[in-house]
Nanobody, 127 residues
Framework: QVQLVESGGGLVQAGGSLRLSCAAS????????MGWFRQAPGKEREFVAA????????AYADSVKVRSTISRDNAKNTMYLQMNSLKPEDTAVYYC????????????????????WGQGTQVTVSS
């Protein structure tokens, strides 16, 4: 099993920045890739960004593409999401996810690609 723990969420003013972290533990050798998703109240969970264990990718949702950077430190089994120029519409619970699928890079934006999920961290952007 893989355990994922997110951190770094909080309250920030519009235009500000946040860096989310996701620490993986357990059978981390089974991970082919990791990603971030978010879910706002009353909305479906949506893809934000993803990166393969090898560093291939990364992939971003159009809504965050020019404002965000996903990265990973394999030695620390940790993934990061740097988000800049935050907007009120970025307000959501952000979830970290890990995939054990060998075809990860072909499906990295799909929820079904991920086998393990964190508990989520709240990001609130005030206007």
């Amino acid at each position: 099993q893989v355990q994922l723990v997110e951190s770094g969420g909080g309250l920030v003013q519009a235009g500000g920045s946040l860096r989310l972290s996701c620490a993986a533990s357990g059978r981390t050798s089974s991970i082919y890739g990791m990603g971030w998703f978010r879910q706002a109240p009353g909305k479906e969970r949506e893809f934000v960004a993803a990166i393969a264990q090898s560093g291939l990718g990364p992939a971003y949702a159009d809504s965050v593409k020019v404002r965000s950077t996903i990265s990973r430190d394999n030695a620390k089994n940790t993934m990061y999401l740097q988000m800049n120029s935050l907007k009120p519409e970025d307000t959501a619970v952000y979830y970290c996810a890990a995939s054990s699928r060998t075809q990860f890079t072909n499906i990295m934006s799909k929820i079904f690609a991920y086998d393990h999920w964190g508990q989520g961290t709240q990001v609130t952007v005030s206007s």
